[in-house]
């Protein structure tokens, strides 16, 4: 059985005491389950806040950052080691988000390198992979996420949890189609062989309460990493309570 993850990527949003009030509102809304992983992805400033505020209330929620550096220390401004976020109690660490490679320069070898550092520590990556508008309107969109998951993979023994996300569906409102969504995931688990049947699949991209019921209705959808719709811990708890253990 896969295990079913939802998994809340706030990218640059909520400080300290806006990551407390978060979790307040939220705690009393979320009926956890046995078998379903609520992840939450903060800002690095966060991430004490996060795992004390669980340790301290027994949430059963997740930790996780937003990006891993594969040094164990360095001469890298402005970027974290492995280390680093597991004494925060880290558990999961997105990498090769989009927003990472469009703005940051992430390369499909960074991304590599680091999914295997976050690994080697312990971290479980949440490795994204997804096409532009204009590769999928030049039928390119299976190339382009198998070259991608090829080259991020290369020397990868253990498959991270893989998250689909188009681009031109990310912070937009213009949601993949679930069957489309589910076709894609599909290619994905079936180029990635045998070791595909048991990893775990996520959607993303404009995932909202209205529309999770229908994502989550697909067969290889395990769970879904939520951008602006985890910002609200109304909205966030509804998506987390639509889930069901594994597929
Ligand atoms: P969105 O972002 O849910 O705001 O579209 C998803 C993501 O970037 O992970």
């Not at 209330?57 to 937003?66: D, E, I, R």
């Amino acid at each position: 059985m896969r295990s079913t993850t939802i998994a809340g990527n706030w990218k640059m949003h909520k400080t300290q005491a806006e990551t407390k009030a978060f979790l307040q509102e939220f705690a009393p809304r979320w009926q956890p389950q046995g078998g379903v992983e609520v992840v939450l992805c903060a800002p690095f400033t966060a991430l004490a806040m996060l795992s004390g505020a669980i340790a301290a209330t027994g949430l059963p929620v997740a930790v996780g950052a937003q990006n891993v550096h594969w040094a164990e220390v360095g001469a890298f401004t402005g970027e974290i080691a492995p280390g680093m976020l597991v004494e925060l109690g880290t558990k999961y660490v997105v990498v090769g988000h989009s927003e990472r490679r469009q703005f940051f320069g992430e390369t499909d070898e960074t991304v590599n390198q680091r999914v295997r550092a976050a690994q080697a520590h312990g971290l479980t990556p949440i490795l994204c992979v997804g096409e532009t508008k204009a590769l999928r309107e030049q039928g390119q969109v299976e190339s382009w996420i198998f070259g991608q998951l090829d080259r991020a993979l290369a020397d990868v023994a253990t498959l991270p949890v893989i998250a689909y996300e188009p681009i031109w569906a990310i912070g937009t409102g213009d949601t993949c189609a679930p069957a489309e969504a589910n076709r894609v995931l599909a290619a994905i688990r079936n180029h990635l062989g045998d070791r595909g049947g048991d990893t775990t699949l996520l959607y993303g991209g404009s995932v909202k309460g209205s529309n999770i019921a229908e994502i989550l209705a697909q067969a290889e959808v395990d769970g879904v990493l939520v951008g602006g719709a985890s910002l609200d811990p109304q909205e966030f708890a509804q998506i987390a309570n639509a889930a069901r253990p594994g597929k």
